[in-house]
């Protein structure tokens, strides 16, 4: 099965240079190359990449902080930070914010498709160098992980516009699915978080962080 990628990062030239050399490998394939943090969010939601690799640094928002977010929109989106920055502290936070790896832009091509294989088999990856403060973070961040609700695509965008307050009807019109679809859809959220109607559904959700 070929992964579908997504490259993240502001200078075209990496960008051009990573995908050429991720299809020279039959198992990738690079379905969106952007440069923005907000243009990641937007080409994420169209292609649904398996993976997405992350710069930090970009010019409107940083790759952490874009980490986080398709964290909670996409959580069957995995994330690789490749980056210059080799700080643990930096590193920390990105895996604190959803990341599956860390690796340096000096890594190779072979370290890079190792760690794209390792994550999409569910892997975790640190870069040579960042082993130390790292450890208990990780621990840290698959504990919580364990214990947070994992929710659709689908089911993100019904928590968030009934948040919004609008009716079952308006989720319905604005999704183009039954309103029996989207009562389901309630039901299941419910389930998962352990709330018992729409009221409770939406507090939990914002106590859990399913809404930033």
């Not at 590193?91 to 599956?100: L, M, P, T």
Request: glycine share 10%.
């Amino acid at each position: 099965m070929t992964l579908k990628l997504m490259i993240v990062d502001d200078h075209a030239v990496v960008r051009d240079g990573l995908q050429r050399l991720l299809e020279t490998d039959a198992g990738f394939g690079v379905t969106a190359s952007v440069g923005t943090g907000h243009g990641a969010l937007e080409a994420a939601n169209t292609c649904e990449p398996d993976i997405v690799l992350m710069d930090i640094s970009l010019p409107d928002m940083d790759g952490i902080a874009v980490t986080e977010i398709l964290s909670r929109r996409s959580p069957n989106t995995k994330i690789v930070m490749l980056t210059m920055h080799t700080d643990e502290e930096l590193a920390c936070k990105a895996f604190g914010a959803g990341a599956h790896a860390y690796i340096p832009k000096n890594a190779t091509f072979e370290e890079l498709a190792r760690t794209l294989r390792i994550v999409a088999a569910g892997g975790l990856v640190i870069g040579a160098g960042l082993h130390n403060k790292l450890g208990e973070e990780l621990v840290r961040r698959r504990t919580r992980r364990q214990a947070e609700p994992s929710l659709t695509k689908r089911e993100v965008e019904v928590l968030r516009l009934g948040a919004e307050g609008r009716s079952n009807k308006e989720i319905a019109e604005a999704l183009y699915v039954s309103v029996g679809t989207v009562k389901v859809h309630i039901r299941t959220i419910c389930g998962k978080i352990g709330a018992s109607n729409r009221t409770q559904m939406v507090m939990k959700a914002t106590r859990l962080g399913l809404l930033t």
